[in-house]
């Protein structure tokens, strides 16, 4: 089917900012660590796993692999984790854990950011890993014209020895949730670079990961074999893991029966993972969510520049019955953009504008009728959940158009500036990194309605203090002020799920991970096939 | 007409008119392409929405699109951008991928060989259902094979090949098992190619076969009543079969041959979606692809090879008809 | 041309289903029964014109859209709901029935405008011969050879998917097709004794096209037409699959197929009732157009 399904996310992939995951500490000084740590009781070596994943989202990498122009990076960050490995891991519980780098440290009150880079680390071509290398990929991330490049306050980026050396212009409380999922935290070889060439290194990558490249179809299927020597001792377990793009869940479900795939991530489809829980075959594990589902609507145009407008629609839409209907109650509600899988959770903001379809009605009424579009990602549940709430708006007499985009006409829907509502994803682990909350609602983020110098400054000051207390009370003032200015509603708090054949085990497939950027960065290093522990 | 008393087989005696005939047929073949190469750059070109915002993205300066455009060459008028890129066409150069930047022919050789042996697959199987399964009814007009074939045929061409796709999928793949759900090369051996097309290759396949039966068995039966030879032949003592096979059916072959031509744009439009379906890596899942991410210089490339494979295909039936058709060869009025 | 079956005038996407002349056989059924070939897939024909577009009208049909998400998949043989609801909370049957009025809309927008623009342009290019004949068989070439899905595709990417843009991106299918068969139509009537007579008589050519050749090629190019609608209804289905046709929450056969398949597993009635509509709908045109060219042909 032409439509795949894309998870709700899909911004953050082109949008290019993506990071997150938690800052996890008021000092963030991470243990030195060994490789194998949460590797505990250590799986079965050997086997071959396929893992189908979403033609739309995961499934597609159609400007090749490549960290420094690769504008789906954190759609493919189980590709690119599997080929490059990570500087900064992240683990169960949101723990920021040393990968790559065998620690990171905060210095300079928050200004500086260092990372110590594992001595004796090889690319898989033989190449040294070292911190210049490091150093030099992550400037040259930084100055990329891709739209995948991460926008941090960097000053300048230096190696000195065994260490990586980061001055930021202003203290960024994110800094090293911010490499997960970004284009930064993958390294690849420079002597392999040279010698393919740009080109040719985009469709056969290699880096210092658990895995290398055997072959590669662009968007369609990517064959992987074990890197003997990957850093991790007794890492991987898989000797081979193929990632193949299909259609959609119920496509992913009819492979997984027919046992030609024993993973699928990114499940969204509610009848589906109630069908396939039913299947003896199949696990299905629900990840944490850190992204409530939202309805941006743009206060820079008619109708929604009138906050009575705006109102209305808070008023209109029964995210309850949504929430238990189309979703089954799986997910718990939440009126703000911050979600129970990730940090500072708040679910109820004080005065949140609930159903009400008298209010809504009058509202409309005064203002003489409302019109306006919904537009949505080309995802089944994200475009059910968009009839759904066309038809609650009906009721109160709004007249609504539901639209449905791929990613790229999405995008340039934002561009035109000439959208008037869209139901997407916002908050991410720690709402300051990546698809957090400025992405959607400061002002100079071009996927944002709202343009308030106020919301600015509040979202300033929680990414630019250490102090985990004070970040909450700035993230919940700035909940609660959203609110009160009508911006956006908020429904609730959605994540996927990852669908595993009986005896793979792993961190994400069958255990919950911490969502950076709605799905899980699955640790392919430590899944295996039958036997072991779960990581 | 009447020097013919037992139609001859298909020889490939050329005759002046029958030269003559090729010779007019590869003339207007050219007009033909260059008429396909206008329409897909018109069409494309005229696609609104900037492809350099689109690929470039948000965060794009206007330096950079501008740069962009200049390599593109988008500020130039619609003809010139024409005339550059047909120049291009015939020294072979389709341009890259503006989102990968691979070459657009190292794509189009990357799928275009999948799709054809999904295409070769389907068609075999439907005509070596065809061809029994008509022989067999027109043998026996009003028998079991006939009232049974044609009633099949009749549903399967109601039956759309997407919904057959699904249903196909459903019970040999997830319910029974057979055979795969999705299209997979893991070993490279042909057992395995032949195993993962042929969900897919029966979906095209089936209705194709439905077509072509009812086709050649009209065809076939009008021969063996009409035709003078057949009389004759009867006359003669030559048992049926041998009539129906050596004779009616070669004759009827040509004309289903030039339908398989003539469908063959349908045929990859059918194809697109199939491919989508199974998840089969060919040409049409690249041309999705890449129009949905406004890939412009791979759309362009994958519509007009297959437009030209489309023209190259009519003109060869066209010409082997021409040929090979006696009455055509005997000169008789051709039009 | 004239050695070539009628049908390999007609190529393009229409001829995917155009059946061959089945022999005419006199049949041994007296009165109405000898029209059964007829009478039933037209009574199956007029059941569905009338259920899809006369029935909603004055029977108790809720709206195919803007159902309550509380009443989400509701089962089948409920009150109120039939065939129950979808998983938005549409009644089932209503997008059925609603859907096939959709469907067939476009079919017969789609087949109308080839059989009038397409049936022109091939009679004319018949009629003249010689250079005008040539240039428009050529453009029709170029049409047919090109992948008319990428064309339809293309429409609906620029234009944005809608009823409207389905059945002009349909057309660039049928107007070849019917134009290749008006135009062998022609062909065979120039050489007709009443031509010579109306030509050497002085009558006009616009009288001549008009009064002489239509009446002649129209029944050929109606039952063309009526195959030419189920083909329609399939592939509008298709673009469906591919992003464009009718787009929702609009019910068309096609969509509701599409996205019924994304969870067959959970619903499968979702894929199979508007699966079965179309099977059946598509089967009655089949089953009428070949009975009416079987008749074409025995006279």
Not at chain 1, 375 to 403: P, R
Not at chain 1, 512 to 531: K, N, Q, W
Not at chain 3, 200 to 221: D, K, Q, S, V, Y
Not at chain 3, 233 to 249: V, Y
């Amino acid at each position: 089917m032409r439509h795949r399904v894309k998870p709700v996310v899909l911004l953050c992939a082109v949008a290019g900012t993506v990071a997150l995951a938690a800052c996890g500490a008021k000092t963030n000084s991470s243990s030195t660590s060994s490789g194998s740590s949460t590797a505990a009781k250590g799986g079965k070596q050997g086997g071959s796993l396929t893992v189908v994943l979403n033609s739309g989202y995961d499934g597609a990498w159609p400007a090749g692999l490549d960290p420094v122009t690769n504008t789906n990076g954190a759609a493919n960050q189980s590709l690119m984790n599997s080929i490059y490995g990570q500087l900064i891991e992240l683990h169960e519980g949101g723990k920021l854990v040393p990968g790559l780098a065998s620690a990171f440290k905060f210095s300079n009150g928050g200004k500086t950011f260092t990372l110590t880079i594992r001595p004796g680390v090889k690319f898989s071509d033989g190449t040294p890993f070292t911190a210049q290398v490091v150093a030099d990929h992550i400037n040259k991330v930084l100055k990329s014209p891709c739209t995948c490049r991460p926008t941090w306050p960097v000053k300048t980026v230096k190696a000195s020895g065994d260490d990586v050396v980061i001055d930021f212009a202003a203290v960024y409380a994110p800094a090293a949730a911010s490499f997960i999922d970004s284009n930064a935290n993958w390294v690849p070889s420079p002597t392999a670079f040279k010698k393919l060439g740009e080109r040719k290194f985009r469709v056969m990558p290699v880096g210092a990961g658990p895995f290398t490249v055997v072959s590669d179809k662009l968007s369609s299927q990517i064959v992987l074999k074990r890197n003997p020597t990957y850093f991790k001792k007794g890492r991987p377990f898989l000797d081979q893991l193929t990632f193949k793009s299909i259609g959609g869940d119920e496509a992913a479900y009819q492979a997984l029966q027919a046992g030609q795939a024993q993973a699928y991530e990114n499940l969204s489809t509610p009848s589906l993972i109630d069908q396939m829980k039913k299947d003896p075959k199949l696990q299905v594990t629900q990840q944490l969510s850190t992204s409530p589902y939202n309805i941006q609507l743009n206060t820079n145009a008619p109708p929604f520049n009138n906050p009575k407008a705006r109102e209305a629609i808070y008023y209109a839409t029964d995210s309850e019955a949504i929430r238990s209907k189309l979703f089954q109650n799986r997910y718990p509600s939440t009126q703000g953009f911050t979600a129970p899988g990730g940090l500072f959770f708040s679910a109820d903001v004080p005065g949140y504008r609930t159903y009400d379809l008298a209010k809504a009605k009058a509202l409309v009424k005064e203002l003489g009728g409302l019109k306006t579009q919904l537009g949505t990602i080309n995802v089944l549940v994200a475009k059910q959940t968009t009839q759904a709430l066309a038809s609650q708006w009906a009721q109160a007499g709004i007249k609504t158009d539901i639209k449905s985009y791929d990613l790229g006409p999405l995008i340039q829907a934002f561009q035109s500036k000439k959208w008037t509502a869209m139901l997407q994803t916002a908050g991410s682990y720690d709402p300051a990194a990546g698809v957090g909350v400025a992405f959607r609602y400061a002002s100079q983020s071009p996927f944002s309605g709202v343009h308030d110098k106020k919301l600015d400054a509040m979202l300033g000051q929680a990414a630019g203090t250490l102090d985990q207390g004070q970040r909450k009370t700035l993230y919940d003032q700035a909940a609660k002020y959203m609110n009160d200015k009508a911006y956006s509603p908020f429904l609730f708090a959605f994540a996927p799920a990852s669908a595993a054949a009986k005896g793979v085990t792993g961190p994400g497939l069958t255990t919950a991970l911490t969502a950076v950027v709605v799905t899980p960065s699955i640790l392919y290093d430590e899944v295996s096939m039958g036997g072991g522990g779960s990581a | 007409m009447t020097d013919q008393a037992v139609r001859p087989g298909p020889a490939l005696a050329l005759r002046s008119p029958a030269l003559r005939l090729i010779g007019n047929r590869l003339a207007t073949a050219v007009p033909v392409l260059w008429g396909v190469t206008f329409l897909t750059f018109a069409v494309i070109q005229l696609l609104p929405g900037d492809a350099a915002q689109q690929l470039l993205g948000i965060n794009a300066t206007q330096e950079q699109l501008r740069e962009f455009r200049d390599k593109l060459n988008l500020d130039d008028s619609f003809l010139v951008r024409y005339f550059h890129w047909l120049g291009d066409v015939l020294t072979g150069n389709l341009g890259n991928s503006l989102a990968s930047d691979q070459p657009v022919t190292s794509i189009i050789s990357d799928g275009l060989p999948t799709t054809l042996e999904l295409l070769l697959y389907a068609l075999v199987i439907s005509l070596a259902l065809t061809v029994p399964i008509a022989l067999l009814a027109a043998r026996n007009p009003g028998g079991f094979v006939d009232r049974v074939g044609m009633v099949t045929s009749m549903a399967g061409l109601s039956v759309a090949n997407y919904v057959l796709a699904v249903v196909l999928v459903y019970v040999f793949a997830v319910k029974l098992g057979w055979l795969p759900a999705i299209y997979t090369n893991n070993t490279g051996t042909l057992g395995e190619l032949v195993k993962s097309l042929t969900l897919p290759a029966l979906s095209i396949g089936f209705p194709l076969f439905c077509f072509y039966t009812r086709l050649l068995r009209a065809d076939v039966l009008e021969q063996m009543q009409g035709e003078d030879y057949v009389v004759t032949a009867k006359a003669k003592g030559v048992g049926p079969w041998r009539v129906l096979v050596r004779h009616a059916l070669p004759n009827s072959l040509f004309g289903l041959l030039t339908i398989v031509a003539l469908n063959l744009g349908t045929l990859i439009g059918a194809t697109v979606i199939i491919e989508q379906i199974f998840a089969v890596p060919g040409i049409g899942h690249s041309l999705l692809e890449a129009i949905n991410n406004r890939d412009v210089p791979v759309v362009e490339g994958i519509v007009l090879v297959l437009a030209v494979i489309v023209v190259v295909a009519n003109l060869l039936a066209d010409v082997l008809y021409a040929v090979l058709d006696p009455r055509i060869r005997y000169g008789r009025s051709a039009s | 041309m004239g050695a070539q079956l009628p049908e390999a005038e007609a190529g393009g996407a229409a001829a995917t289903l155009a059946v061959a002349p089945t022999v005419a056989e006199p049949s041994a059924r007296r009165g109405w029964t000898r029209n059964l070939d007829v009478i039933i897939p037209g009574a199956l024909i007029g059941l569905l014109l009338f259920l899809c577009f006369v029935w909603p009208l004055f029977g108790t049909v809720p709206p195919p859209t803007g159902g309550n998400i509380l009443d989400a998949n509701i089962p089948s043989f409920s009150p109120g709901h039939p065939l129950g609801t979808d998983q938005v909370g549409n009644d089932l049957w209503s997008r059925l029935l609603y859907g096939g009025r959709n469907s067939l809309e476009i079919a017969f927008a789609v087949n109308v405008i080839g059989l009038v623009v397409g049936g022109l342009l091939g009679a004319f290019a018949a009629f003249w011969g010689s250079f005008t004949d040539t240039v428009i068989m050529r453009v029709l070439d170029v049409l047919i050879a090109f992948p008319s899905l990428v064309l339809a595709l293309a429409i609906a990417q620029s234009l944005g998917p809608s009823k409207l843009h389905t059945i002009y991106a349909l057309s660039f299918f049928s107007v070849p097709a019917f134009a290749r068969l008006a135009r062998a139509q022609t062909l065979r009537l120039r050489e007709r004794p009443f031509m010579l007579a109306a030509r050497l008589a002085g009558t006009r050519a616009p009288r001549i096209l008009l009064r002489h050749i239509t009446p002649n090629i129209m029944p050929a190019l109606v039952t063309f037409g009526l195959l030419g609608i189920g083909v329609t209804i399939i592939l509008e289905g298709a673009l469906s699959f591919l992003g464009l046709g009718i787009p929702p929450p609009q019910p068309s056969w096609g969509n509701m197929i599409f996205d019924g398949q994304a969870v067959l597993s959970a619903e499968p009635k979702l894929v199979l009732l508007p699966s079965a509509f179309l099977f059946v709908t598509v089967l009655a045109f089949n089953l009428l157009g070949d009975a009416l060219r079987a008749r074409g042909n025995a006279s």
